[in-house]
Structures are given as structure tokens and as C-alpha cells.
T-cell receptor, first 111, second 117 residues
């Protein structure tokens, strides 16, 4: 198993729908998790971090972590066309400077 | 500056040449990172500086790659005898003392796109 795996998509949802992005990880990167958003041709930007089991909400974004299943997800409610981007899941094994990224999932929100 | 600045934004070189990529982090950020992103992939860790010293260079792929940060601010990634497989976007990031190691919040620059012909 790769250390961080994501469904590369593309994922297409209509405007206003919930977009669900998923990520699984190996034991080596099992401490902290991060979701970065990357617009085409731009640099990654942190949108959510999560460290413990359960849900963490920030505006329209909710991150969910299940350490027993080694699974982390990002839900985007009321999706907007401006949410169209690649979403990168990243994990760290204790030193948060050294992030291991997945390949990213391309999300398209259709007006 | 307001954000992480990287130069050049694009670099085309021939196989076997030497290249330098420069990164100017956010003022006050002591931690600096280099990542590499190939097409269709996520960023891949190369090296981490805390101040002037390389705290972790375990991601450098081989001895053709070297990075310095002599005064604890600007960093230069150096690639010798470039190969076509080195073609990628080289991303620099920085973080504040309270961020990075605690929060994983890295502020990325726009990257330097390297193409080796």
C-alpha cells in the first residue's frame, strides 16, 4: 500500500451538492492529516487539518478521521464552481514538517 | 514580501547542465521546505531547513541534488548534471515557528517549473 492513497477522480458534482473526497493511509503517516487545495497551475493551500478521530468543521468544509480504518475524508457542502480544484490529502508520521501527499483528486463543480 | 517567492518561474535546460532554483520565504518564517511535484502527482518532500541547517535531507533523490540556506532566509536548490527525469515543478514552502511543526501549515510558493530537454 502506498503511504497516502486517493481516488484521482475526476469527481464531478453539480453546484450546491455535497462533494466527498476520500483518502486512506498507511501506519507510517498516521499522526496528523491535512487537506490542501491546489488550483490549476497554482501552489497548494492548506484548507483543513485534523489530528484526532471524529469530525472537524470549518464553514462549508468538514474533515473526518477514522484511525481504526486508516481513513480520512473531506466533505464540501453547498459546492461552488470556485471549489473546482485538485484536493491533496497529506499525512505526517509525527514530524509535521515532512508531509506525505497523495496524488490528489480533481474536483469539478458544474454550474 | 507577502508570500513565498520563487525564481525562476520557468527554467528550460539541456540534459547535463547545472541549474539553481531560488526561494525567498515569508519574512520571519524560520522553517523552509523544498518539495517536488511531477505531473499528476502530489508534492514529494525533498529537504527541510530549520534556520541555516538542513534538519532533514532524506528526500533528496541522489547526490546531484543539494540545497543551501546560508543566512537562514533565502534558499537555493542546486541540481547538477540534470536529467530528463528531473523535469518537475519544484515547490518551496515556509512556515512560522508556531506553524509547520505544530500545525502542518506550510505556505507554498508558486513553484519553479524545470524542463530538461
Amino acid at each position: 500500500q502506498k503511504e497516502v492513497e486517493q481516488n484521482s477522480g475526476p469527481l464531478s458534482v453539480p453546484e450546491g451538492a455535497i462533494a466527498s473526497l476520500n483518502c486512506t493511509y498507511s501506519d507510517r503517516v498516521s499522526q496528523s492529516f491535512f487537506w490542501y487545495r491546489q488550483y490549476s497551475g497554482k501552489s497548494p493551500e492548506l484548507i483543513m487539518s485534523i489530528y484526532s478521530n471524529g469530525d472537524k468543521e470549518d464553514g462549508r468544509f468538514t474533515a473526518q478521521l477514522n484511525k481504526a480504518s486508516q481513513y480520512v475524508s473531506l466533505l464540501i457542502r453547498d459546492s461552488q464552481p470556485s471549489d473546482s480544484a485538485t484536493y491533496l490529502c497529506a499525512g505526517s508520521g509525527g514530524s509535521n514538517y515532512k508531509l506525505t501527499f497523495g496524488k490528489g483528486t480533481l474536483l469539478t463543480v458544474n454550474p | 514580501g507577502a508570500g513565498v517567492s520563487q525564481t525562476p518561474s520557468n527554467k528550460v535546460t539541456e540534459k547535463g547542465k547545472y541549474v539553481e532554483l531560488r526561494c525567498d520565504p515569508i519574512s520571519g518564517h524560520t522553517a523552509l521546505y523544498w518539495y517536488r511535484q511531477s505531473l499528476g502527482q502530489g508534492p514529494e518532500f525533498l529537504i527541510y531547513f530549520q534556520g541555516t541547517g538542513a534538519a532533514d535531507d532524506s528526500g533528496l533523490p541522489n547526490d546531484r541534488f543539494f540545497a543551501v540556506r546560508p543566512e537562514g532566509s533565502v534558499s537555493t536548490l542546486k541540481i547538477q548534471r540534470t536529467e530528463r527525469g528531473d523535469s518537475a515543478v519544484y515547490l518551496c514552502a515556509s512556515s512560522s515557528p508556531a506553524g509547520g511543526g505544530n500545525t502542518g501549515e506550510l505556505f507554498f510558493g508558486e513553484g519553479s517549473r524545470l524542463t530538461v530537454l
